[in-house]
Every structure is written in C-alpha cells, then in structure tokens.
C-alpha cells in the first residue's frame, strides 16, 4: 500500500497539519492483513472555539482504502501540542513517525518544537504500556506473537529515548542498536505465519524482559534529558499562529 496515497482520503473537513502511519506498520511487525492506522493533527476554525457550541477537539474516522481498513484519529493542533506537554510518547511517536501521509512546513517546525518535549519524565508512559501490555500476556494461552513483540518495541523505545534523546518506534531499527536475540525470527513469524508461543518459548522471553524493564529503569536514572518541557512558550506561539493561519 502506498501510504501517500491516503492523503487523497482522509475523511476530515478541517484543515490538516499533519496525517502520519502509527501502529503496527511504524513499529515494523505488519501482518499481510494489518489495519492502517492513521494518526495527526487538524485546525479548528477560529469561529468554533469562540461560538457557544460545542466542538470535539477529536476526530475518529474508518473507511476503506484499496481493500484496506483505515482507522483515522486526529487532535486539534491545541490538544496535540496539549499532549506533547504531558510526556505523552504516543504522540510523539506519531510527529516522528517516518511514514508521512500529510505535512508541510507547519508540520516540520512543530517537529522541531517537539523535541523540547522529549523529557526524562516519558519513562512513565514506556513503563506503563509494558506493564500493561505483560499483564495482558499474563492472561493469554497460548500468549500472543503480537503482543509480546508490542513490549520489546515499547521497551527498547524508551530505553533508546532516554539514552539517546530520539523518538525511534521501529523495532527492527532498534534492534539493529540493541542486538536482541530472536526478535527477527519473531517479526518474521508474526508477519507471515503468525505462530503462537509455547508456554516454554514465552519463559525465556520472560526473563529477557525483565532484565529490558531494569535496563529501562537504569537509562532513567542516568539520563541527561530535562525533567520538563522546554519551550513551552514557543509551542504556545505556534498554536495561535498557526490558529490565526489556517484555521480562519
């Protein structure tokens, strides 16, 4: 699929910052069948915040393209740079992502504004989704291909954040750095054939795990990242810039 392509469809009728590919085809494990997913930002116009109505600052759209599923969900510039604020590297992971349906000059200046937002604090969010995502492993049998491959992948994209300062949500990226053993064989089997674990197999992962949570907890306490946001005047400019810009 040609990710390009989508730009023609995107289902919103406000102006778009940005539309970029998150999801399994960011992270580098799409199955054959994988939905698209589609994530970004739009304009309000000026006239919606300042009415009486109600506006959602959140659009979520599916539709098809090429045969293919797509889910669309985008914030309003001001939620977007909101989150970005609040150590949130799920969106961050989406400005940074390398698969670009949607951008322009705006898009690469909020970009460069983000990594004032790339903080010693998004610790919280990568140790969290791994937690989560193992408590849900915990209850699976046989447990998931996927959702192990979704703790590596958040695993290693926080220690790599915190060591090095980039968003980078590829785990075979990452591994190229990390040099995990198994996790090719792995992408490979949830990309073609999608095996499951045997109860043996996801013990030995288990333990590397925990070791990868401790590597997590260790890049935290060394990293030279700020504890907060940088440039929150600048983002705040940006906003209404971009506000009195595009959405009049």
Avoid at 42 to 54: H, I, Q, T, W, Y
Avoid at 94 to 117: D, H, K
Avoid at 179 to 196: N, Q, S, V, Y
């Amino acid at each position: 699929m040609a990710f390009v392509d989508l730009e023609l469809t995107l289902p919103i009728g406000f102006p778009i910052l940005f539309a970029t590919i998150s999801g399994a085809h960011l992270y580098g494990f799409p199955s054959p069948d994988s939905d698209v997913d589609v994530r970004g930002s739009f304009v309000l116009p000026l006239d919606a915040l300042l009415g009486l109505k109600s506006v959602d600052e959140t659009v979520t759209r599916t539709y098809q393209h090429e045969g293919r599923e797509v889910d669309f969900v985008a914030h309003d510039v001001r939620k977007f740079v909101q989150l970005m604020l609040r150590k949130n590297g799920y969106v961050l992971e989406q400005l940074y992502s390398p698969l670009v349906v949607q951008g322009g000059a705006a898009f690469e200046e909020l970009r460069t504004l983000g990594r004032g937002c790339i903080v010693r604090h998004l610790v919280h969010h990568y140790r969290g989704f791994a937690n989560n995502q193992m408590e849900l492993l915990n209850k699976q049998t046989p447990p998931r291909l996927k959702d192990l491959l979704y703790v590596y992948r958040v695993l290693l994209t926080g220690i790599h954040v915190l060591q090095i300062g980039e968003v980078e949500s590829n785990l075979r990226n990452l591994n190229a750095h990390f040099r995990l053993p198994d996790i090719d064989d792995l992408i490979a089997r949830k990309t073609t054939e999608g095996a499951p674990l045997a109860a043996d197999e996801f013990e030995m992962h288990r333990k590397r795990i925990e070791e990868l949570f401790a590597r997590l907890e260790n890049a935290f306490e060394k990293s030279a990242l700020p504890e907060r946001a940088t440039n929150f005047d600048a983002l705040n400019d940006f906003v209404v810039r971009i506000r009195k810009e595009i959405g009049l």
